[in-house]
């Protein structure tokens, strides 16, 4: 990470790659792992001195020679008599005073919203000095209405939530905005114990499945791949909004054949054996975003200090969730009842990935649920083709300008930089699903490529 | 020879212990069998898969689970997770609000229902729609008027225990005896003081019939309020702990939610035998 280059080491080397294969060189390498070492503070004093450094001399050349000739620490020493790297350093960390610390964040008991909830029993909150109360909630209808009403201020939330609230889809329109994805990946089809033999999409015809709400990746995720195999997801099978919650106890009660829900929750269907996992959605789409960390763009504008805070220690989080080797420690800190209420072992084969498929088999997969905070457009664009695509919205949209406005990708990169993070350049990419490639360019078209659709 | 009464406390600890031993034998017998499994993937499921035990938990389960409780009834480990006793306290407190409220304004309406003809031929259309519909069908549309989950939740159980109440208050109202109206009117008494000590004594009896029915579909309607907004609540216990598929809990709240809704008809029914006279 050249962010975290050493520029008053001037035996640096200019290329060559490091041990772990990350970074540029070795130096970097250490840059990198001796910042993670540091405390904030150290942290951010060495990056608005570098800052300073390279904003002196930006040519390398120049800045080793001068380097080379008057020492390392003499050049510090003479910059700061002339630039207050102390003050420099403070507006850096602290962006501002907090307008507001106490929160309250609502959150589903599911293990997308890892990051949201393991920042309160693991301090990723209190180190930004923020008070937040994590508050768990009933549904996802109940999580919007408690977060327009300012009950919540901030909340986790499925990606499409606040595309359909910004456009007012069943709601008054509010201006909502996506600061963080949360999970990437982490969901799967599960059926009951009962159909174990029909594994092949097109015997469902007839079937009821469960999905967490109408505006979320499940909804989108399952018709395309029912469509994908010739079931029409309206006429075909019923698709019924149930809190991811209540899934496991309606698939014992036989209330409905199947559901694409959180791994945890596809998990404790295995669990409790009523259900098995039929496919995981990565082998539909990898990399998919799933949930949000979302919040209106009225606290966005009132609070911008809290809300860069809350996005610094999200964040956090979410790369602290992303490594593999915290995923077991992180299982228990959001077992107990106060946040997901569910047997440890059910969230560690979740999170960790090794698994029990329900048909006796153990699987492996570490990625089956990962963490990624980029909030890129073109995942938003991807969700409106499909609102488009089934009804949703009617009448035109401005895909590219409603996904900027939504997906606050340009925040997300500037917060990642500053936690050290290589946030990526842009902020469209293009990805295929099920081997369909999308190209965030040209949603129209890509709308109208389907066979199976209600516009 | 032993009296009516002590006779039937024995047979309701019979009852009580038979059930006892049926559920204990049902749940016992069920679970047990199944193909052996993998010692490896038994590791990652449940209970009832990976040994001989039935999802189904038994009166000794239950039993332990409400021991555990109420050694605990008051912890509070932050917002999400607070004991039984917190629990309950934070339902009691929802129903006494949203009832007291109700009580305020179905007794003035009630006797102006039941004192003028008029009032109460204008009115009944609006009584006999609302009547009928189930509190919970308010639930969407308080949430989206009112802002705010917790009001929201006063608000139904308001608007479920007003009806019993500002009827039954209304027809005690109109049917004091005649005579007794004669009476005082012979007597040149004012009408809030007729109201006061001639109505309200003689309709007493049947405005507390209101209020004990009234006080139970408040009891009955406040556990699903709190299912639905969640946060606190014996309501949201019940939700938590179906969430995590958790039958023991969830028949311990039963127990608990049964157990406070007696307790709240019985102060009542005390009541009301307080103010009921022989005519």
Known sequence: MAMFDNPFDGSRRLRSGCACGKHDSQAAHDAAARVSRMDDEARYREITTSAVMRALFPDDVQRRGFLKAVGASTAAAAISTFFPIATATEVFAQTGKPEKTDLKIGFIPITCATPIIMAHPLGFYSKQGLNVEVVKTAGWAVIRDKTINKEYDAAHMLAAMPLAISLGLGSNPIPFAVAAIENINGQAITLAVKHKDKTDPKSWKGMKFAIPFDYSMHNYLLRYYLAEHGIDPDTDVQLRSVPPPEMVANLRADNIDGFLAPDNIAQRAVYDGVGFIHSLSKQMWDGHPCCAFAASKEFISEAPNTYAALLRAIVDATGYASKAENRKSIAEAIAPAAYINAPVTVLEQALVGTYADGLGNIKNDPVRLDFDPFPWESFAVWMLTQMKRWGQIKGDVDYAKVAQQVFLATDAAKVMKEMGLTPPATSTKTFSVMGKAFDPAKPEEYVGSFAIRRS | ?279
């Open chain 2, 1 to 279: 020879m032993i009296g009516v009464r002590a006779r039937a406390a024995l047979l309701s600890a019979f009852i009580f212990l038979l059930s006892m031993v049926v559920w204990h034998m049902a749940v016992h017998g069920g679970g047990a069998g199944g193909p052996a499994l993998d010692p490896e993937y038994a590791k990652l499921m449940g209970v009832q898969m990976a040994g001989a035990k039935s999802a189904m938990p038994g009166p000794l389960d239950v039993g332990a689970k409400l021991v555990e409780h109420l050694r605990h009834p008051f912890y509070n480990n932050g917002p999400n997770d607070k004991g039984l006793g917190l629990q309950l306290l934070y339902s009691i407190g929802r129903v006494a609000l949203g009832y007291t409220l109700a009580l305020a304004a179905a007794l003035p309406l009630g006797f102006l229902i039941g004192m003028s003809e008029l009032a109460y031929k204008a009115l009944d259309p609006f009584i006999q729609i609302l009547k009928p519909v189930s509190p919970l069908a308010w639930m969407p549309l308080a949430l989206y008027t009112i802002k705010d989950s917790g009001l929201s939740a006063i608000f139904v159980i308001f608007i479920c225990s007003v009806w019993p109440m500002l009827i039954n208050t209304a027809f005690g109202v109109a049917s004091v005896r005649k005579e007794w109206l004669n009476v005082a009117r012979t007597l040149e008494v004012g009408p809030w003081r007729r109201a006061i000590t001639v109505i309200l004594p003689a309709a007493a009896p049947t405005i507390l019939t209101g209020m004990r029915i009234s006080v139970g579909i408040a009891w009955l309607v406040i556990v699903a309020a709190e299912m639905l907004v969640g946060g606190t609540g014996i309501g949201y216990f019940v939700w938590n702990e179906w969430n995590n598929l958790s039958i023991s809990n969830v028949i311990v709240a039963i127990l608990m939610i049964g157990l406070i809704g007696m307790i709240l008809d019985q102060m009542l029914a005390r009541c009301q035998r307080a103010v009921t006279f022989p005519e």
